[in-house]
Antibody
């Protein structure tokens, strides 16, 4: 069974940084795609970034240059590195298993709050 | 890339059908058969209901169906049940690293 568990969410000041790990089970991150999706409080879903099986990545324009995604195949874990955070980055961050161009399985999400 | 357009709300009585539209452009919905739909109950993570326009993952009831015509995709929920009351989001691949969600639709079972 595919499962994803995010962690690392917390309160951070504007301009700060945060790294969110996503531990995967039931599949190998070395062989499959993992994507991050976020949701601001009371708002809709927003695609954030993706890391492909070969390690190439892609990001939404709203986070390009500030957020990066990486993975540790030996730990079967994907990381979202978030820098230069602003209040607009506040929300729940979900890690997803991306397959057939759809977000097949979602983690439970981790809350990131950017505030002074 | 702009969000796909969905109606803010939709409703129906138990047993009835409700259809939600998702309008994009020829660069996303109209250009690829990679539209998916997600159900989200309050406080919960989204759940995949439809992928590749009209395919259902294992475990999703056949009351849920998807279709597409031109730049507009649709999700139909037949035989509405109380547990279908939730927010629904569409998503489309837009080529390269472009992926965009819809604005979301709140479905109410009357």
């Amino acid at each position: 069974e595919v499962q994803l568990v995010e962690s690392g969410g917390s309160l951070v000041q504007p301009g700060g940084s945060l790294r969110l790990p996503c531990a995967a089970s039931g599949f190998r991150v070395s062989d499959e795609f993992v994507s991050w999706v976020r949701q601001a409080p009371g708002k809709g879903l927003e695609w954030v970034s993706v890391i492909y099986s070969d390690g190439n990545t892609g990001s939404a324009d709203s986070v390009k240059g500030r957020f990066s995604v990486s993975k540790d195949n030996s730990r079967n874990t994907v990381y979202l590195q978030m820098n230069s955070l602003t209040p607009d980055d506040t929300g729940v961050y979900y890690c997803t298993h991306l397959k057939f161009f759809a977000f097949q399985v979602w983690g439970q999400g981790t809350m990131v709050t950017v505030s002074s | 890339q702009s969000a796909l357009t969905q109606p803010p709300s939709a409703s129906g009585s138990p047993g009835q059908s409700v259809t939600i539209s998702c309008t994009g452009t020829s660069s996303d919905v109209g250009g690829y058969n990679y539209v998916s739909w997600y159900q989200q109950h309050p406080g919960k993570a989204p759940k995949l209901m439809i992928y590749e326009v009209n395919k259902r993952p294992s475990g999703v009831p056949d009351r849920f169906s998807g279709s597409k015509s031109g730049n507009t995709a649709s999700l139909t929920v037949s035989g509405l049940q109380a547990e279908d009351e939730a927010d629904y989001y569409c998503h489309s691949y837009g080529g390269g690293n472009n992926r965009v969600f819809g604005t979301g639709t709140k479905v109410t079972v009357l």
